[in-house]
T-cell receptor, first 114, second 110 residues
Framework: DTGVSQDPRHKITKRGQNVTFRCDPISEHNRLYWYRQTLGQGPEFLTY????????KSRLLSDRFSAERPKGSFSTLEIQRTEQGDSAMYLC????????????FGSGTRLTVV | SQKIEQNSEALNIQEGKTATLTCNYTNYSPAYLQWYRQDPGRGPVFLLL?????KEKRKERLKVTFDTTLKQSLFHITASQPADSATYLC?????????FGQGTELSVKP
């Protein structure tokens, strides 16, 4: 197992287009998280799954954002009708369900909306 | 509201000195805090976890303290090296997921 993988590493898209990112977590981890990070800020929570169930979605998250984890393995994050304000690093992390464990993060997908 | 805050000013120190980074929390009492390292263009990497009943935790040149009276955690890197230059994040669990501070950038000069 090589850790958490995210694809693509970079994405440039025109405003109004839809984009989809993929995350492959560590196979033994049943929790998967999505975060967004802008320059000079810490990661901001977006949503998380335990197995295939989406347990929480940030209230700050627009309806244009949707995430799935159909078989409790990989996850996708889709942004519809992208806006320039969506430009950020999108990070995926996985962990065991027990809370006192560190998260393993992927290297992120850098989104630029032009 | 619950807040976790780090000094947003970058910390510049000389190689060999001890770097000390601060994480403050308000309006709650976390059961534990986590510290992460993040390099530019990469995801955070987990370093240490300290529980509220632990005063101190060590890992090689790293030391974390947890002061529930001051509502503060300190992160120390002893004998710092240029390779320690990175952004360091503290985080706590809230509602089943980690909430991060804004991070402090550390620069170690040779």
């Amino acid at each position: 197992d090589t850790g958490v993988s995210q694809d693509p590493r970079h994405k440039i898209t025109k405003r109004g287009q839809n984009v989809t990112f993929r995350c492959d977590p560590i196979s033994e981890h049943n929790r998967l998280y999505w975060y967004r990070q802008t320059l000079g800020q810490g990661p901001e929570f977006l949503t998380y799954f335990q197995n295939e169930a989406q347990l929480e979605k940030s209230r700050l998250l627009s309806d244009r954002f949707s995430a799935e984890r159909p078989k409790g393995s990989f996850s996708t994050l889709e942004i519809q009708r992208t806006e320039q304000g969506d430009s950020a690093m999108y990070l995926c992390a996985s962990s065991l369900a027990q809370e006192a464990h560190g998260y393993t993060f992927g290297s992120g997908t850098r989104l630029t909306v032009v | 509201s619950q807040k976790i805050e780090q000094n947003s000013e970058a910390l510049n120190i000389q190689e060999g000195k001890t770097a000390t980074l601060t994480c403050n929390y308000t309006n709650y009492s976390p059961a534990y805090l986590q510290w992460y390292r993040q390099d530019p263009g990469r995801g955070p990497v987990f370093l240490l976890l300290i529980r509220e009943n632990e005063k101190e935790k060590r890992k090689e040149r790293l030391k974390v303290t947890f002061d529930t009276t001051l509502k503060q955690s300190l992160f120390h890197i002893t004998a710092s090296q240029p390779a320690d230059s990175a952004t360091y994040l503290c985080a706590h669990i809230q509602g089943g997921k980690l909430i991060f501070g804004q991070g402090t950038e550390l620069s170690v000069k040779p």
